[in-house]
Structures are given as C-alpha cells and as structure tokens.
C-alpha cells in the first residue's frame, strides 16, 4: 500500500534529497515540501538577455556566460587579486576579486558560469569585479530562465532547482486554492499552482514577475485579513473594566531625573485613554532607539498595578530582559513588587517565580519567551508590554491575549516604519509615534567612507577603546561567500591579526548555539569584551550604554532603515559617538546612497527615503508569524500591491461582520488563516 502524500511530509521524502540533502535544507529553513515550494527564487538570469562578450561597453551592468578559460593570481595595489578569464566564443572578459583568493578553488578551465556586474575596460581587457555568479552546467538554450536560490557550497542553486521541480511534480496535485476568485480575477493574479511553476520553472521573464506579484498580494493579503479580522473581533468582545486610578504612575513621572518630551507625554496620554475606555487596549508605540518608549511601558504597567492588576514585560533576549529588569528597579524599584523569569533560570529560582506570580506577590514579572509557557499561571494579569513585537509574532503575542484574562496590550518597536506601512505590518493595532529624541542627545557622527578608508574607522576604533569605551563591529554575512562582501568571521580574524591584536574582541552571529550567543552579547554588556563583531543580531536585544562606535562593513548589503537601526546601537548617553559605514569595493552607486545617511538622523525620515528607494519589501523582513515561510523580500512587493491587497481584506472584513458568518465559500480562505494562526480567530477575547 503506498504512503499517502501530504505537503506536510519531511521533505527528505522528495525524490532526490534523503538524509544528508534534507539537513542542508534544513538548515536553509526547509523542512517540510510546503517550505520547499515556498522557498522561492530570489531574482532569475534570463539567457535571452545575456550580452555577447564582443558588444560590451564600458560602465554597462552586464549579465555574461562562458567558460572558465584561465584562473591566475595577479599582484595590484589592493593586495593581490584572483583574475578569472572567461569566454564565450567571441571575446574574453576578466572576473576579479581583491584579496579572496580563497575563491580560486572554485574554479577550473572548462566551467561553464554566467556572472553579473559592472563592466570596464582595465589593463587592455574587460574586467568585472566582484561580480554575482553561478555554475550553469551546459550552455542553456536561446531565452532559457534560470532561477536562482539562495544556496550552500554543499547544495548549490541548481541542486535545488531540481529538487523543487521534482516536489512540484509530485505533490502539485495537492495544492489548493486559498484565494477567493473573485479577488484574484479583479487583480490579474494567477491560480496558486500557476503561481508555483511561474516562479520556479517560469517560461519568460514576465511570467515570473507575474507569480512574484501573486504571491507578495496573497501573502499580504493574508497577513491583513487575519490582524483585521483579529481588530474586529476584539473590537466586538465585551467590555472589561475601566482603569479609573493613575497615582502611582503618575507619581512615578513626577520622581523621573529628567522631563519627559512631549512626544513620550503624547504617547502616555493614549495610552490612559485606551486603558480608562473600557475596551482592551492593543496599541504599538513607535520610535527610534533610544527616544523613550520604556518610560511609556513602565507608566502602563504601574497603571495597572495601581488598579488591582499585573503586569508582563517581554524581551526578545534574556540580556535585554535583565537590562529592563535593572531599568525598572532603578525608576520604580520602591512602587512595585518585581519578579523575573527566563529559560535560563534554575529550576528553583523558576519553581519560586512561578509560584509568587500565581498567589499575587509578584505586580510587574519581567523576562524572555518563557513567559508564554503553559506553566505560567497569573493571579491577575491587567496588562503585557511586548518589546520589539515582530521578533515574538501574532501567534505568540495573541497566544498570551487568549489566556484566562484577555490582558490590554502594549507593543514598543524600535524600528521606524513609515505610518502607511505599519498600518499593513500590524493592522490589529492602534499606533502612537514617538517622533522626538531626549533633550541633550547627541546625534551620532556617521561617516561613508570609501574601503581603502576603513583604517580611519578602526584608529577611531582602537581611540574609543582606549578611553574605556566599547564598539561594535557589523558584517552582512556570517562567513566567506561568493558576493566578495566581508563576513564576521573573516574581519574578526582580521582585527584579532591587525588593527585590534592588543584589545578583548567577541563574535556573535546567529549559527552560534543559543547559549553561546547569549554568553558573547552578555560579555559584552558586562564590558568583559571591548569590540564584538557581529552580524545583524545585535539589531535588537543588546542595549550597552558604554558603547560610543559602531564600524558597519558591506554597508550597501542593508537597507537605510537597517543601517539606521544600527547606528541606534551607539548614541545612548550625552557622549559623542560614531558610526562608519563602509561599502564593498564594487558598489556602484550604493555610496551616494548610503551618504544619506551622513545628514538625516531621524528614524520615520529614513524609513520614508528607504520606502521609496528600496520599495516595501525590506519592511517585511520583520516577519511575523502569520506570514508563510515564503521570504517576502525577495516578491519585489511595490506599494501598489500592498495598498491593494490592504483594501481587498478590509472589504472582505467588512462583508463577513455584515453577514455575521463567514459564507461556505470562504472555507479555504478560513482554513488557510486558521493553519497561519492557529484557532485564535475563533474566538472573541473575553475578560
């Protein structure tokens, strides 16, 4: 009897894969053959379109393919350089990487590769450096696409290219349309098994736009109608009991060593409006590192201590959990009972946290993940602040929201998003902008400097670390790839060798084991280590004061709002602090782009010039739960999709509110936000 398929089968099952392929999967994010299907190309070389070696001109971006017929090592004033000939039977140009020669064993006489970049004519020959490129096996037909994943050394793109096309040829006959028709005849969209072959096997270029614009509209589709749905349940759930006492935290205000900005007094006099209603409050507070948002949560959560209730701070890591904790002892350590819980707690220490939470001896429990365990038991929970609320996602935020109590929500994010935006990322919530930084803050020195430059930015470096204070150093990739963009561990041994050998260097980056990273972030915050080099993790959930210089490397890889969250790493204090960033030798026009940088120091300004420049793809990068595991990056989502798929879901809301049932015909959709989120749409909260 044959095994019956299902998408949900371990995708070790799919012909061509087995134990070994399925762990590279694996650990690419791939366990299941829906997460194979869903793991999309990120662009497409369309051979129709590749530029014969004898037509180039100089200063063009070109796409090439050929044969490999020469790698040489050739001496230049950067070090030395790999030359990589390649011809196409009508010409030969030159693949140059500067001091990666540890490239050269990929390559061999007889190779057949397609490679991209800018062209220009050096030492009497076309030169590409640091160009994208790809093994292409045989020479591919006239107008052949090929599309290309991101891979490992161990399964390259091709590898997996095969491995979808045999998935979808298995298990094509089990994928169903979620998608109302009526919605997707309005907008030109194609059938979701149309919109797996267009985007893993696509006939032309246009073809592959085409599944690409279907799945950015379905996944924010989805991702709307869910926190819509979510907003109108809530909104129709009966009402909970008004907060009427504000004394102690008002008392606490009036205690701060410094005044509150009209920004944070804004924002906490929403809040109290939400909390004084008598609906539960589901609010997101927006700002910039730095600008105050803890003040806002520490006030919410002495709101509801003083009315009876308790109350839940929740960090993305235990490192900025303990720092919270110390935050609130030092502002409100006398007004409250405080209690603290984490993973990494020993049994007793959790075994008593535990047990003082549920008898009501503990006002405001502060801690990680841990927190949402079912162990977990409230006397009374009034109230939960999320800190950095797109690393805990819907499921996890709501899995809290529809426990006994159905407690007010309170979300702080520190990545600037522009308004239109956030209103898509979390539609379920009312939003407050903290638009303005603390009176006397410095605004951090930032400088693009070119990559023969990069000794200024260590001999800064090396001056902050001789005058006690720390650094961070930040790469966009974890090791050496093929792009020619610097990588952690790579400058770290560079540093370790040369322009740091005397200083306490750490690496953190996120292929550590868990404990390993949470030890490097903590040696840092406890200054044990003065620089640490790392990759985007230290984006949220380290908050070290005595950090006065961030050196961020490859700084074309990261959108303005990335590099601006970054740069919120340093700043903290009335110190001078710096922030360089230093873009890979061939970049192009990245610099001129980066040097916005240099003058705009405000987060929503910079979110708003990455919108239009980079489009709001990037945004998604927050990814909540709720999205597929799709990488909504890489769908070119444009603001048109998105505003339209936004109105779709709100006219579908509307619709099944009116009807006060979801019509049969919206079965697939409800089962498909239903498998997204779990059952939580089922259920109205309930205090």
Known sequence: MSRRLSLQDDVRY?????????KVLESLGVKTVQELLDYIPFRID???????????????????????ISVTVIPSIRGRALRVGVSDGTGTCYLMWYNMLYLSRRFYPGLQIVASGKVEWRRQSWEIAHPLWEETGDMPAEGFIVPIYHSKASLNSSMISRIVLQALSTYGHLIHESLPVDIAGRHGLLNQKQAYAGIHCPSDAEMWEKARRTFAFREIFFLQFALLLMRSQ???????????????????????????????ERAIQEVREDLSSGKTMNRLIQGDVGSGKTVVAIWSLLAAVDNGYQGALLAPTEVLARQHMQTVKELAGDMVRTGFLSGSQSAQDKRLSLRLLAEGSIDILIGTHAMIEPDVKWARLGL???????????????????????????????????????????GDLDLSMIDELPYGRKPVHTQVLEERLRGLAYGRVKKEVAMGYQAYVVC????????????????????????????????????????????????????????L???????????????????????????????????????????????????????????????????????????????????PGQFFGLRQHGLSDIN???????????????????????????????????????????QRFGNLLRHARSR
């Open 632 to 674: 909504i990056e890489d769908l070119g989502v444009t603001e048109e999709t998105l505003y339209a798929a936004r109105q779709e879901a709100k006219n579908l809301v509307k619709a099944v509110e009116k009807s006060k049932q979801a019509p049969p015909e919206l079965s697939p959709l409800f089962g498909q936000i239903n």
């Open 46 to 68: 369309d051979f129709s379109r590749v530029r014969r070696l004898k037509h180039l001109e100089p200063g063009e971006k070109v796409t090439i393919a050929g044969k490999v």
């Open 533 to 615: 080099v790392a990759t985007t993790v230290i984006e949220v959930g380290v908050d070290v004061k005595n950090a006065s210089c961030i050196v961020i490397e490859g700084a074309e890889s990261f959108g303005l709002a990335t590099l601006h969250q970054l740069r919120g790493r340093v700043g903290r204090g009335h110190k001078q602090s710096y922030c360089f960033m230093i873009p890979s030798g061939e970049s192009g026009d990245s610099p001129a782009r980066l040097k916005a940088l240099e003058s705009i120091h405000d987060g929503f300004s910079v979110a708003e010039l990455d919108l239009r420049q980079r489009g």
């Open 234 to 264: 809530n909104q129709s759930a009966k009402p909970v009991t008004p907060y009427r006492q504000f004394g102690l935290p008002q008392a606490f205000v009036d205690g701060l060593p410094f005044e509150p900005t009209e920004a944070q």
């Open 384 to 426: 939960v602040v999320t800190d950095e609320q797109h690393r805990f996602g819907v499921k996890q935020r709501l899995s809290l929201s529809y426990d006994t109590f159905a407690p007010h929500m309170l979300v702080m994010s520190a990545t600037p998003i522009p308004r239109s935006l956030a209103l898509t990322l979390f």
């Open 476 to 531: 966009p990739l974890i090791r050496e790839g093929k792009s020619g963009r610097k990588s952690a561990q790579q400058v770290f041994r560079e540093l370790k060798a040369g322009y740091l050998k005397d200083v306490k260097i750490g690496l953190a980056h996120g292929d550590m084991p868990r404990d390993k990273l949470a030890k490097e972030m903590q040696d840092f915050a406890e200054g044990k280590t003065q620089v």
């Open 14 to 22: 799919v012909k061509g894969v087995g134990p070994k392929r399925a």
